[in-house]
Structures are given as C-alpha cells and as structure tokens.
C-alpha cells in the first residue's frame, strides 16, 4: 500500500459536518481521495435536502480541494471480481460501495469507512474511523 487513502461517503460527511475525530486523523496524513461515486452520493443528498444551494456550494468545497478518480475500465474490472466474489459467498453489498471499493482496490488505497461491510472484500485493506 502507498498509504494514501480512499474515503468513503460517510467518511466525508462527517468531514463536511466538522468531525473532531475524523479532522484529526486527517491532519498530517498523506494525500486523500474520493472516487466519483462518492461524489455523486454527496450531490445526490444535496439535491434532496432542504437547503439545496447551501449543500451543494459544501460538497462542491470538498470535491473542489480533494482529487477525485474516475471510474475507468480497470475500475470496472475490479468491481466485476469483488461482486461475484461477494456473491459466491452469499454477501451481496450495495453497488456503490462495491464500486468505492473497486476504485481503493485499483489504486491500491486504503479504503477509510465507518461502514464494517467492507471487511467481506477480500484483499481490500480497510480503516474504521
């Protein structure tokens, strides 16, 4: 691993909420990124919530000082093998999170979540915060 890290959705919700302890790790840590998917889950509740130009100039802010990584067809290769792996062992995940954890894989990142169904992906290597 290259130490750098993938962040999950809820890892940057609770960043755009100004988690302490979530702040702290970040602090000093080599470089973060989100996949597209996270991206399109931010904007998605944005566009659902109450105060819609306030939520989307936020997510905006994040996505504008983060690097985000498309999804490419080696991203696409991953999520096909983690799915049907997930499958043969009888525990299906929700598509973006698979995808999420095909860009970590990919890209050899750790993966940050506070979700623990990611620990069913085998050879993903996962932080909880």
């Not at 067809?73 to 043969?88: D, F, N, P």
Request: charged share 25%; proline share 3%.
């Amino acid at each position: 691993m290259n130490g750098r890290f993938l962040l999950d959705t809820n890892i940057l919700i609770a960043v755009l909420n100004n988690d302490a302890a979530v702040n702290r790790r970040l602090s000093g840590r080599p470089e973060s990124l989100l996949s597209v998917i996270s991206v399109g889950e931010l904007l998605r509740g944005a566009y659902g919530s109450q105060r819609v130009e306030a939520n989307l100039h936020r997510v905006r802010g994040i996505t504008g000082r983060m690097v985000v990584i498309p999804c490419t067809v080696e991203t696409a290769e991953a999520y096909a093998l983690i799915k049907q792996g997930l499958r043969s062992k009888g525990r299906p995940l929700p598509d973006n999170d698979i995808w999420i954890a095909a860009a970590a894989h990919q890209h050899g990142l750790v993966l940050v979540s506070r979700d623990r169904h990611f620990r069913e992906i085998e050879g993903l290597t996962v932080e909880e915060w």
